[in-house]
């Protein structure tokens, strides 16, 4: 049984306990909450060693890193280093977006090593093993995919079942078109049969594998915009429109779902992105890309993102997928997983904070009190990045003519340091 099934039956999984205890959720409201489809459990019953992770907005905001081989960079043992980085800077999840040679033995090795739920995108294998300069994906290929997937331990995929015929038009107007490389394929194969999206018409084909397997639909959005440009237009939202659909069929099957979600976003505009989605897919888990706020800083997407992303998870998100520097460019290597999960990590903690979810802010006041301590490792230890946050006090450290540095830093030096200042004025006050 699927957990939402079990949690319709009022049975309080494994995966639930654990959920609610390090989350501090009554475990009855999480047993709730995945009853009736506002927050999910992503647990393929064959990843046994992947750690349960609720995503929800009772929870606390979750992080995404892709990760994943191209055609033309990277390897098995890059994307292992890879996920490795991710994890260990706090990636909450991870999804194996390879394309190319291996990529089932890729991901049995993401698998294996990842303690975290591991999502994919079916159609890249499809397209994969199929033959020519462009070639056509097949569905029936697609379904058998999407089943050894799952068979495989896959916990969530992507799946862009919401992008339909009529909506092509409509994209065809805009600046950049179709950016979501899933749905591109999904309609150029539409457009080149002159028929529905299959993947649309055979849902219940592919609610029947998931539930099998208790797989967790990402409902991909496969019309999100690329630029700013083409942000909340009809393409955007004729799609959504299906995506709430399709949650409803979801939850008739009890299969868990979430709902992917832009993309390129103005930032005046996030707000009501993140209202209309949870109103129209019924408070189904939004998981968002960014949103990139402007389209100039290529190089920098792993900020310009972090910014939308700070204002997604304070309005509506409950999962957000990372940016990195490379986006726009290339794949990212090492360095760069690790400052997109990072830049990610601070954007979900700020949305937290921003929404006053309880116990958010506890370890900002922690921090507080060990910087007004001049408590360094204190400081180090509650750093969401503590080696590079070590790194650079030891670099100040190494680098001033000053034997000591405990009580200020090389900022202002101990003769301008504020907080050293206003220590000696609370002392006097004392003695008011």
């Given at each position: 049984m699927t957990q939402m099934e079990y949690a319709r039956k009022g049975v309080a999984t494994e995966a639930m306990k654990i959920v609610a205890s390090e989350e501090n959720v009554p475990l009855d409201t999480v047993v709730a909450a995945v009853a009736e489809g506002t927050a999910v459990i992503p647990l393929n019953i064959h990843h046994t060693n992947c750690h349960?992770?609720?995503?929800?907005?009772?929870?606390?905001?979750?992080?995404?890193?892709?990760?994943?081989?191209?055609?033309?960079?990277?390897?098995?043992?890059?994307?292992?280093?890879?996920?490795?980085?991710?994890i260990k800077a706090g990636a909450d999840f991870v999804m194996d977006l390879?394309?190319?040679?291996?990529?089932?033995?890729?991901?049995?090795?993401?698998?294996?090593?990842?303690?975290?739920?591991?999502?994919?995108?079916?159609?890249?294998?499809?397209?994969?093993?199929?033959?020519?300069?462009?070639?056509?994906?097949?569905?029936?290929?697609?379904?058998?995919?999407?089943?050894?997937?799952?068979?495989?331990?896959?916990?969530?995929?992507?799946?862009?079942?919401?992008?339909?015929?009529?909506?092509?038009?409509?994209?065809?107007?805009?600046?950049?078109?179709?950016?979501?490389?899933?749905?591109?394929?999904?309609?150029?194969?539409?457009?080149?049969?002159?028929?529905?999206?299959?993947?649309?018409?055979?849902w219940d084909e592919v609610l029947d594998i998931l539930s099998e397997h208790d797989v967790t639909v990402s409902l991909g959005d496969g019309l999100r915009p690329g630029c700013l440009a083409d942000a909340s237009d009809a393409a955007q939202f004729g799609e959504l429109e299906v995506l709430g659909e399709l949650v409803e069929?979801?939850?008739?099957?009890?299969?868990?779902?979430?709902?992917?979600?832009?993309?390129?976003?103005?930032?005046?505009?996030?707000?009501?992105?993140?209202?209309?989605?949870?109103?129209?897919?019924k408070g189904a888990p939004f998981y968002v890309l960014g949103p990139v706020v402007t389209d100039i800083a290529p190089g920098y997407d792993h900020i310009t993102s972090a910014i939308g992303?700070?204002?997604?998870?304070?309005?509506?998100?409950?999962?957000?997928?990372?940016?990195?520097?490379?986006?726009?460019?290339?794949?990212?290597?090492?360095?760069?997983?690790?400052?997109?999960?990072?830049?990610?990590?601070i954007a979900a903690h700020a949305g937290d904070v921003a929404r006053d979810l309880p116990g958010a802010r506890v370890r900002d006041?922690?921090?507080?009190?060990?910087?007004?301590?001049?408590?360094?490792?204190?400081?180090?230890?509650?750093?969401?990045?503590?080696?590079?946050?070590?790194?650079?006090?030891?670099?100040?450290?190494?680098?001033?003519?000053?034997?000591?540095?405990?009580?200020?830093c090389s900022m202002c030096g101990k003769e301008f340091c504020a907080v050293r200042t206003s220590r000696r004025i609370k002392n006097m006050s004392k003695k008011l």
């Amino acid at each position: 049984m699927t957990q939402m099934e079990y949690a319709r039956k009022g049975v309080a999984t494994e995966a639930m306990k654990i959920v609610a205890s390090e989350e501090n959720v009554p475990l009855d409201t999480v047993v709730a909450a995945v009853a009736e489809g506002t927050a999910v459990i992503p647990l393929n019953i064959h990843h046994t060693n992947c750690h349960p992770i609720g995503v929800g907005r009772i929870f606390k905001t979750k992080v995404n890193a892709n990760l994943g081989r191209s055609v033309t960079h990277s390897g098995r043992g890059d994307e292992l280093d890879k996920l490795n980085v991710a994890i260990k800077a706090g990636a909450d999840f991870v999804m194996d977006l390879s394309v190319g040679d291996d990529i089932k033995a890729i991901r049995q090795g993401m698998l294996n090593a990842s303690s975290k739920p591991l999502g994919t995108v079916p159609v890249y294998e499809t397209i994969s093993r199929l033959k020519g300069d462009i070639p056509q994906m097949d569905p029936s290929l697609l379904l058998q995919v999407i089943k050894e997937q799952a068979e495989q331990g896959v916990d969530f995929m992507t799946l862009h079942a919401g992008l339909l015929l009529n909506h092509i038009p409509l994209a065809m107007k805009r600046k950049m078109g179709i950016v979501s490389r899933g749905g591109a394929i999904m309609a150029e194969w539409m457009m080149e049969n002159k028929s529905e999206n299959p993947l649309y018409t055979k849902w219940d084909e592919v609610l029947d594998i998931l539930s099998e397997h208790d797989v967790t639909v990402s409902l991909g959005d496969g019309l999100r915009p690329g630029c700013l440009a083409d942000a909340s237009d009809a393409a955007q939202f004729g799609e959504l429109e299906v995506l709430g659909e399709l949650v409803e069929r979801c939850r008739k099957r009890s299969v868990q779902v979430m709902v992917e979600g832009p993309g390129h976003v103005p930032f005046n505009q996030i707000k009501m992105n993140m209202e209309r989605e949870q109103q129209i897919c019924k408070g189904a888990p939004f998981y968002v890309l960014g949103p990139v706020v402007t389209d100039i800083a290529p190089g920098y997407d792993h900020i310009t993102s972090a910014i939308g992303a700070t204002a997604a998870a304070t309005y509506g998100a409950s999962l957000l997928c990372y940016v990195t520097a490379a986006e726009h460019l290339g794949l990212p290597d090492a360095r760069e997983v690790h400052e997109g999960v990072i830049s990610y990590k601070i954007a979900a903690h700020a949305g937290d904070v921003a929404r006053d979810l309880p116990g958010a802010r506890v370890r900002d006041d922690e921090m507080s009190d060990a910087r007004a301590a001049f408590d360094w490792e204190k400081q180090f230890s509650l750093a969401l990045d503590p080696e590079t946050a070590k790194t650079r006090w030891l670099k100040t450290r190494n680098n001033t003519d000053e034997a000591h540095c405990e009580d200020h830093c090389s900022m202002c030096g101990k003769e301008f340091c504020a907080v050293r200042t206003s220590r000696r004025i609370k002392n006097m006050s004392k003695k008011l």
